[in-house]
């Protein structure tokens, strides 16, 4: 099986998501990157033997028969697909006594990190849902001279990747000490730590290709001596885009510091698409042969294998987005779905909403 689309899995969701079950009967099973299938195989079997204890007769017939068609179909599989595997299955017949017994199988197109076994009268669909609104990552960075903590921000989901101490003393000096060499000690030490925060931000961002910013939160002070002074390698320096004054630098502080920076997120999304349409009308005025606009030329240039990037409007047609998405994506050419939500991509739709830039002239 192959693995599905962006478009595929909302289709999925808006699908799935209009099912209930009488009681706890619709099964959702999500298995990660790199799980062992048969553990998750043998954990099933054994909920098997639980479920024989639900009070409820139809209520144990449905579960026991879901986990029957669940196992049955993972033994099928070799090994967990390269990104993780979801599964939802149930009895999902809207007439009490009849059965309607369905299994969905996604193969994800991102790594899936959840893992979960869930009997409930929906199927869970958050963690799936969130995939297919990540298409880029954000790294955190909260920072004192005593402590720094770095995450990421991918989707909705916050995660911590490294938290680090700096070991530098307390303000009580050690008996002796002048106050100028504890002075330089401390300031010997602090930059110490400024350098080990840049070195692990360089390993953990450096060669990510989705990293689309970097959001730096700490006391004023700090965070601005560590980037003022030039510690993150430039390449990470250039994608800083908001420095957040706040006191928190412990885990709870990744989520003060995307709190507080919602609305340089959202701009974020804007300015990207802002570029995307810059580029493509700039394209179409100054080399109009490696452009295309409206739908005919658009599909013909898809079908030579010459679009580049493909811009479709939000407001176009589900089906239609989704014909032309999965053209582009047979072609490897690049799919940037844009909104109406600034003057360019209001214009891009009023010009038609289909639009390329091509690889070569055709």
Same mark, same amino acid.
């Given at each position: 099986?192959?693995?599905?689309?962006?478009?595929?899995?909302?289709?999925?969701? @808006?699908?799935? @998501?209009?099912?209930?079950?009488?009681?706890?009967?619709?099964?959702?099973?999500?298995?990660?990157?790199?799980?062992?299938?048969?553990?998750?195989?043998?954990?099933?079997?054994?909920?098997?033997?639980?479920?024989?204890?639900?009070? &409820?007769? &139809?209520?144990? +017939?449905?579960?026991?028969?879901?986990?029957?068609?669940? %196992?049955?179909?993972?033994?099928?599989?070799?090994?967990?697909?390269?990104?993780?595997?979801?599964?939802?299955?149930?009895?999902?017949?809207?007439? $009490?006594?009849?059965?309607?017994?369905?299994?969905?199988?996604?193969?994800?197109?991102?790594?899936?990190?959840?893992?979960?076994?869930?009997?409930?009268?929906?199927?869970?669909? $958050?963690?799936?849902?969130?995939?297919?609104? *990540? %298409?880029?990552?954000?790294?955190?960075?909260?920072?004192?001279?005593?402590?720094?903590?770095?995450?990421?921000?991918?989707?909705?989901?916050?995660?911590?990747?490294?938290? !680090?101490? &700096?070991?530098?003393?307390? +303000?009580?000096?050690?008996?002796?000490?002048?106050?100028?060499?504890?002075?330089?000690?401390?300031?010997?030490?602090?930059?110490?730590?400024?350098?080990? *925060?840049?070195?692990?931000? +360089?390993?953990?961002?450096?060669?990510?290709? +989705?990293?689309?910013?970097?959001?730096?939160?700490?006391? !004023?002070?700090?965070?601005?001596?560590?980037?003022?002074?030039?510690?993150?390698?430039?390449?990470?320096?250039?994608?800083?885009?908001?420095?957040?004054?706040?006191?928190?630098?412990? @885990?709870?502080?990744?989520?003060?510091?995307?709190?507080?920076?919602?609305?340089?997120?959202?701009?974020?999304?804007?300015?990207? @698409?802002?570029?995307?349409?810059?580029?493509?009308?700039?394209?179409?005025?100054?080399?109009? $042969?490696?452009?295309?606009?409206?739908?005919?030329?658009?599909?013909?240039?898809?079908?030579?294998?010459?679009?580049?990037?493909?811009?479709? &409007?939000?407001?176009?047609?589900?089906?239609?987005?989704?014909?032309?998405?999965?053209?582009?994506?047979?072609?490897?050419?690049?799919?940037?779905?844009?909104?109406?939500? %600034?003057?360019?991509?209001?214009?891009?739709?009023?010009?038609?909403?289909?639009?390329? *830039?091509?690889?070569?002239?055709?």
């Amino acid at each position: 099986m192959a693995q599905f689309t962006k478009d595929e899995i909302k289709e999925l969701l @808006e699908e799935l @998501e209009n099912y209930r079950g009488r009681a706890t009967e619709l099964i959702t099973v999500y298995i990660p990157a790199g799980q062992n299938l048969y553990t998750v195989v043998d954990q099933l079997e054994a909920e098997k033997s639980t479920a024989k204890n639900i009070k &409820s007769t &139809s209520t144990r +017939k449905n579960v026991g028969n879901a986990l029957d068609k669940i %196992t049955r179909y993972l033994r099928e599989y070799k090994k967990t697909p390269e990104n993780g595997l979801a599964v939802f299955c149930g009895n999902i017949s809207k007439i $009490e006594g009849q059965d309607d017994l369905q299994l969905w199988e996604v193969e994800t197109p991102q790594p899936l990190k959840t893992r979960m076994y869930r009997c409930d009268k929906e199927f869970i669909l $958050e963690p799936l849902r969130e995939m297919t609104e *990540i %298409t880029e990552i954000y790294a955190l960075l909260v920072m004192d001279r005593k402590e720094a903590t770095i995450g990421m921000l991918e989707g909705k989901r916050i995660e911590v990747l490294q938290k !680090m101490t &700096s070991g530098i003393p307390s +303000k009580v000096r050690a008996g002796g000490q002048s106050s100028q060499r504890f002075h330089r000690i401390t300031e010997g030490l602090t930059k110490d730590f400024y350098k080990r *925060i840049a070195a692990e931000m +360089k390993n953990i961002f450096y060669e990510n290709q +989705k990293l689309k910013g970097i959001i730096v939160g700490g006391p !004023m002070p700090t965070k601005d001596e560590f980037l003022d002074n030039e510690y993150l390698p430039t390449p990470l320096a250039q994608k800083v885009i908001g420095r957040i004054d706040q006191g928190d630098t412990s @885990e709870s502080g990744l989520h003060e510091l995307v709190q507080r920076s919602q609305d340089l997120l959202a701009g974020q999304e804007i300015i990207h @698409e802002k570029k995307v349409l810059e580029k493509f009308f700039e394209t179409l005025g100054e080399n109009r $042969e490696l452009a295309t606009l409206k739908e005919i030329d658009t599909r013909k240039a898809l079908e030579y294998g010459a679009v580049d990037m493909l811009i479709l &409007s939000k407001d176009l047609k589900k089906p239609l987005i989704k014909e032309l998405t999965k053209l582009a994506e047979n072609t490897s050419s690049n799919v940037e779905v844009v909104s109406t939500e %600034t003057e360019e991509g209001q214009q891009f739709n009023n010009m038609g909403g289909i639009g390329a *830039i091509l690889r070569f002239r055709i």
